[in-house]
């Protein structure tokens, strides 16, 4: 989130993202747009336990940044394994985020624990998979545009 706020923009692109699509509507079709885009945040947030991984010196906190993205930009996966998965091809500036979602600090030592068990999860190991799972228990705390700037001036 820092190198974020320190550029300006979403420099990766084409870049990841999670959304509501099509697929994610089929695959979940019970839900409204709000369950919808809670469940695109969740995918979000276990791929935000993949970044952390491939950054050891990173706090281990989940950071999931909501923006709003020109829908001619956003092209979806066609698959039902990450049904919430795009790409966005495109910039995503500092001024296209509307919120921020971080794991609060009194859940470290579980989502360190779930990054560490993420290979063999990953491998099918499912102890591995309940150490995962179980970084879900912890909800995101929301935050809006204008506080993130200082929640990553603290190192969080």
Same mark, same amino acid.
């Given at each position: ?8 923009e ?45 950054d ?6 989940? #950071?999931? $940044?909501a923006?709003? =993205? ?5 092209? +979806?996966? &066609?698959?039902? /394994?990450?049904? *919430?998965? @795009?790409?966005?091809?495109?910039? #995503?500036? $500092?001024?296209?985020i =509307? ?5 609060? +600090?009194? &859940?470290?030592? /579980?989502?360190? *624990?779930? @990054? ?15 150490v ?6 912890? /909800? ?17």
């Open positions: 989130m820092a190198g974020v706020l320190r550029a300006g979403i420099e990766d692109s084409p870049a990841r993202g999670y959304a509501v699509t099509p697929a994610l509507r089929e695959w979940y079709s019970s839900g409204d747009i709000e369950e919808l885009e809670y469940v695109a945040m969740m995918h979000a947030a276990r791929e935000s336990l993949r970044l952390l991984d491939a050891p010196a990173a706090p281990r906190r989940r #950071v999931v $940044l923006a709003e =993205v020109a829908s001619e930009h956003v092209v +979806a996966s &066609a698959g039902f /394994e990450e049904p *919430a998965l @795009v790409r966005v091809n495109g910039p #995503v500036r $500092l001024r296209d =509307v919120s921020g979602h971080v794991d609060d +600090a009194a &859940a470290t030592d /579980e989502i360190a *624990a779930a @990054v560490a068990a993420l290979a063999a999860a990953d491998a099918g190991n499912d102890d591995a998979r309940f995962v799972d179980g970084a879900e228990g912890y /909800e995101l705390q929301w935050y809006a545009t204008q506080e993130l700037e200082d929640l990553a001036g603290h190192g969080e």
